[in-house]
């Protein structure tokens, strides 16, 4: 069975930082091209940052300089560090893994999904 389970959110002050996880099973993570997306109440899946089976990242521009994708394949493991965190950044945070979605922000590329983490920024 192939399974993403997201966990490290929480509550937290606006300047803060978090650490979000994803760990993956039934799957062969290596070979997947794994991204964060985040969704706000009343608001579209927003792709936030993506990393490919070699490593390399992006992030969007919303986050570019704030947020940091990297993976541990020995560990099965996505993670997503999150820095100077706004109210903005106030979301569901998801994981996803796709074979064929290198760098691809639209949600619809991507076959598996975890069922999210909560992160709530006050100000």
């Known amino acids: 069975q192939v399974q993403l389970v997201e966990s490290g959110g929480g509550s937290v002050q606006a300047g803060e930082s978090l650490t979000l996880s994803c760990t993956a099973s039934?799957?062969?993570?290596?070979?997947?091209?794994l991204v964060w997306f985040r969704q706000a109440p009343g608001k579209e899946r927003e792709g936030v940052a993506t990393?490919?089976?070699?490593?390399?990242?992006t992030s969007a521009d919303a986050v570019k300089g704030r947020f940091t994708i990297s993976r541990d394949n020995a560990k099965n493991t996505l993670y997503l560090h999150l820095d100077s965190l706004k109210p903005e950044d106030t979301a569901m945070y998801y994981c996803?893994?796709?074979?064929?979605?290198?760098?691809?922000?639209?949600?619809?590329?991507?076959?598996?999904w975890g069922q999210g983490t909560q992160l709530t920024v006050s100000s």
């Open positions: 990393i490919d089976r070699d490593g390399t990242a």
């Open positions: 996803a893994a796709g074979l064929y979605c290198r760098h691809n922000l639209a949600p619809a590329c991507y076959t598996t």
């Open positions: 039934g799957l062969i993570f290596s070979s997947y091209h």
